[in-house]
Each structure stands twice: as C-alpha cells, then as structure tokens.
C-alpha cells in the first residue's frame, strides 16, 4: 500500500522558488507562464492496515508546517 | 489552464532526503513505514493554448535534471 502527500505553501504565502522558476522560464523564453507554485511531493511505502489517519497524523507532526503549508493525501 | 509536473529521483538513486523523513518517522513512534522517496511538485499556471509538448519541454530543459531524475506532467 502506498500513499503520495503533496505539501504546497498556502496560498497568500511567497513561494521564493516557485517565483524563481518562473523567472527562469521566462528568460529561457516559454512564453504563456502566468504563475509557479512549487511544493513537496512524499511517497510513502506502507504497511497494510495503515490508515489514513495515520499518514495524516504523519503530516501533521512532521512532513508539513501546518502554519504556512497546506497538504493532501492520496492513497494508491 | 494548469499543468502540474511531479519530479522524482530515479529508482537506485539514492535519496538522502526520504531517508531522513524515513528515520524521523520510525524515531516518532510510526511504524509500517517501509520506504519514503521525496521529489518535487512544481504547478504551472498557463496560458490558454499551452501544450503538453511545451511543458514536456519545459521540463527537460529547466524542471528537471533527467540524468537522475524523472518526470509526470498532468493538465487540469
């Protein structure tokens, strides 16, 4: 069983290397680029029976900064 | 229009960074944690029009380091 987080930084909060990215895009000339967010994508390898309350409580206590950053869960 | 790219170390990379969320989980007290991998999600937001082509493009020249790492592109 696996479960993919994806921790993004709230929306209102600067994104330093989202903006950098877009800013490289640019200059490399892709044209059409309104806007970059970037975040962290985790993949957890699980033990069967592991529910999503746990992988929740995982982003709560370690994999996300629940002040500034927002997170999902996705188990597959 | 939006595209989100997911970057990932290649299998038989190593990945210093899913290690150490792997150990801080199993120092935390979570068990049934077998492996973590940590990439990067990057999301795009495009101009209409935008092809999966340019963004594949984007990726091969900025996004990601395709030596050791490979990359997802999903439009929504």
Chains 1, 2 share one sequence.
Request: charged share 25%.
């Amino acid at each position: 069983m696996k479960a993919r987080v994806h921790v993004m930084l709230k929306n209102g909060v600067l994104d330093p290397q989202g903006e950098a990215v877009h800013h490289a895009l640019d200059a490399m000339g892709f044209e059409g680029v309104n806007g970059v967010r970037q975040g962290k994508v985790i993949e957890l390898d699980l033990a069967d029976g592991t529910t999503e309350a746990d992988v929740n409580a995982m982003c709560e206590k370690l994999l996300a900064n629940t002040v500034i950053e927002s997170y999902t869960v996705e188990l597959y």
